[in-house]
């Protein structure tokens, strides 16, 4: 992504309060997301980060209840399991009256809930009087739009700004307006039901009156309006029940997995629910945006990397993130958006300043590992389902992709994929690690592009493995052939050029002087997920791995902690991201390591245990792990993020050393294991085409006994132990 952790950087994520001391509450349904407090309230606190937004613009900057001008008493505050409604519990504080309490504390009940659904946000407050008495009071709803952009919000400062327009005032209705300096106008359009007792521009009062064991209730919609679209207010139970309907459609088909652990349970159950909620529709197919509340839009690394994790249980989401990404695929040189023909998005943002150019991302491609990620993507894909015509219909992409990691992304004809910012106002770094600091020598200078990051030349081996067996599929031969003697070339001189003896890992880049970065990291994991590490090297990888200096207790740091920029409270520098641990513990798996895939899952899975709903965060600070303390959060973490969510799933498919082979209708289990926590596990609906099977996994001392207790259709099931 494209967060920038350095003060004199242009897209740094301003942080004078700490989001995971917050404790927000995040909704999201399509190109909409609210980020609320416990309340379900909107201040404008610290930066000013709570707030309705939807396609890249906060249409409430401010939403806050009172009852008689006083701000309710907070008994609970919870979104829902299925991620879809967020409940709050609230009751009335004293309340006085000429200097006398007129209503005690506790005797009016108000449960508020609220729910987005096709660009809209619905809120009800249920009131209801458990006194004794009759009770009479004012419900007031505080509003402000400041219709910021995503990255003023995020710190970045503009020069000018478009105009509030006049508001539009009726009995029940708050339209509050604003045209850009796009010419686009936007508006926030907010309805009530019943109609209030007074109506100004920026609150609505209702006189509540309720006698004993008396019930009243309130609607809220708020409809995010762009350009001339205006969308349908629905009712709130209709609404409700719209949005049922859909979710119930949604898990009727899943593959789900239930053990004998009801934690582990939670934490799966809550992946599952996430990466749903991050899933938004496109004309493409379904994609997952990557995080709420900065990344809340389509990133091609993040999309591809999500697919993969949630492959084997969901293969159509992979489906769905091709076909974007071919879509948007770049067609010409523009370096302004770091654009050359073949490459894969990094990103796509929508909002005013997108529009404008002020940032570049309303169409960006500064990312080096998209596009051999994209290739990686459609071979794993086409394994687990043999779609062939699907792969046949993107097969031009493909090419485009490759020919791309030949020219533009070897521009010295080296052999390695490098990177170096064509846009003057893009991103330093391209990898993953995207920091302006994270990649430094070991001397801790940062190095000097064209930069070769050692993730990606596994990344470049892999689609080239890949893209050699799709190339088989379609009867393309010769081609089939080239590139498999490309793939190993490439591993070849991988070794010579990354491997350093003196750390016992792979060099974390070679700079523009094709110097080795010998640092300690994380990326050389996942040199070991593509295979491009030899046997040999890929042990000692591990072993470094799992030292004390990388594993913190709860997962493996980014950098170690003995190198010169080692921070762990940095974004790359010493941090902990469960996808990349996710990714290391499947590469450890392929070379056969499993007591390191089991020490990660571990890890992963405790850190479920200390944090909000078991929603694992985007990542969090890399101290040690300290017996009998809980992990220490990283302040402006996404939460939740796509790839973080789908981490369980491929930490998961580690363990069982799991892969499905449709075009055989196989499912195979290559030396499964269990961790200690869970003795039991029941995968129920697995689909292997149009087949579908149930299995019971037993742990005993020694290995992993797998029972098939349903078969629908032809499928085989083979444990290899």
């Known amino acids: 992504m494209e967060e920038i952790i350095s003060v004199n950087d242009q897209f740094y994520i301003l942080a004078s309060s700490s989001m995971a001391d917050d404790r927000t509450r995040v909704l999201k349904h399509g190109e909409t997301f ?4 416990r309340y379900g309230d909107i201040q404008p606190v610290g930066r000013g980060t709570q707030g309705v937004f939807h396609q890249g613009t906060r249409f409430l900057s401010r939403q806050e209840v009172f009852l008689n001008n006083d701000r309710p008493m907070l008994l609970s505050s919870t979104v829902k399991e299925d991620n879809a409604l967020l409940a709050v519990d609230l009751t009335n504080p004293d309340l006085y009256r000429d200097g006398r309490i007129a209503i005690p504390r506790g005797s009016v009940h108000v449960f508020r809930s609220r729910f987005l659904w096709n660009g809209v946000s619905y809120e009800r407050f249920r009131l209801s009087n458990y006194s004794l008495s009759p009770v009479k009071m004012t419900l007031s709803i505080r509003f402000e739009a400041d219709f910021a952009d995503i990255f003023e919000v995020r710190g970045k400062k503009r020069e000018r700004k478009g105009r509030m327009l006049p ?14 300096l796009d010419e686009v106008t936007r508006e926030a359009r907010i309805q009530f039901a019943p109609e209030p007792l007074e109506i100004t521009a920026s609150q609505a009062t209702f006189d509540i009156e309720l006698d004993p064991k008396g019930e009243t209730a309130v609607a809220v919609m708020v409809a995010c309006d762009v350009g001339d679209s205006h969308r349908p207010l629905l009712a709130y139970d209709a609404a409700m029940a719209e949005a049922g309907l859909a979710f119930g459609a949604e898990q009727t088909e899943d593959c789900t997995i239930q053990t004998s652990n009801a934690q582990f349970n939670e934490w799966w159950n809550r992946s599952v629910l996430d990466v749903r909620m991050m899933v938004t529709d496109t004309n493409e197919g379904p994609y997952p945006y990557a995080g709420v509340p900065w990344f809340s839009t389509p ?12 492959l084997w249980i969901r293969p159509e989401l992979a489906r769905g993130v091709l076909a974007y990404l071919a879509s948007t695929q770049a067609k010409e040189v523009n370096p302004a958006q770091d654009a050359e023909p073949g490459k894969i998005l990094h990103e796509t943002r929508k909002g005013e300043m997108a529009a ?3 940032i570049p991302f309303g169409l960006y491609y500064g990312s080096v590992d998209s596009t051999p990620l994209f290739v990686m993507l459609a071979g794993a894909y086409y394994e687990r389902t043999a779609d062939l015509a699907f792969i046949q219909s993107i097969w031009a992409n493909l090419e485009a992709a490759l020919t791309w990691m030949d020219t533009f992304g070897d521009p010295d004809r080296d052999g390695f994929v490098e990177y170096v910012r064509k846009s003057p106002t893009g991103l330093d770094n391209q990898g993953w690690k995207d920091s302006h600091d994270s990649i430094s020598h070991e001397d801790g200078s940062l190095a000097e592009g064209p930069i ?16 050699s067996k799709l190339a088989d599929a379609l009867g393309y031969i010769d081609r089939a052939s080239q590139l498999r003697r490309q793939a190993r070339s490439l591993k070849e001189r991988f070794e010579e050029a990354f491997w350093c003896e003196e750390t016992s890992t792979y060099a974390l880049a070679l700079d523009g002087q094709k110097r080795p970065c010998q640092v300690k990291t994380s990326n050389a994991g996942h040199c070991l997920y593509t295979g491009i590490a030899s046997d040999e090297h890929a042990r000692r990888v591990a072993e470094t791995l799992m030292s004390d200096e990388l594993f913190s207790g709860w997962g493996i740091r980014t950098l170690a902690d003995s190198e ?9 520098n010493g941090s902990i991201w469960p996808h990349d641990n996710a990714m290391i513990a499947i590469g450890l798996a392929r070379y056969g390591l499993k007591s390191g895939v089991e020490k990660i899952m571990s890890g992963m899975f405790e850190v479920s245990l200390v944090l909000d709903f078991h929603r694992l965060p985007e990542l969090f600070c890399g101290f040690v792990r300290r017996p009998g303390q809980g992990l220490t959060r990283y302040p402006v973490a996404c939460n939740p993020q796509a790839w973080a969510a789908g981490s369980a799933f491929m930490a998961l498919q580690a363990c069982l050393g799991l892969s499905i082979i449709a075009s055989e209708q196989k499912v195979v289990f290559n030396y499964p294991i269990l961790p200690e926590f869970i003795d039991e596990m029941q995968i129920k609906n697995l689909k292997v085409g149009t087949a579908s099977v149930d299995l019971l996994l037993r742990r005993h001392d020694l290995d992993v006994g797998i029972t098939v207790i349903r078969r629908a259709g032809k499928v085989e099931v083979v444990s290899v132990k």
């Open 299 to 310: 990133f091609g690394r993040d999309g591809v990397i999500t697919a993969l994790e949630c």
């Open 452 to 467: 070769a990051l050692c993730e990606v030349q596994g990344y470049v081996y892999d689609a080239k493995v890949q893209a």
């Open 167 to 180: 508001n539009v005032l009726r009995k029940d209705l708050l339209v509050l307006r604003y045209e850009g």
């Open 356 to 358: 404008l150019n002020e």
């Open 34 to 37: 609210g980020v609320y407090d």
């Open 564 to 572: 010169r920029r080692y921070n762990p409270m940095s974004y790359h």
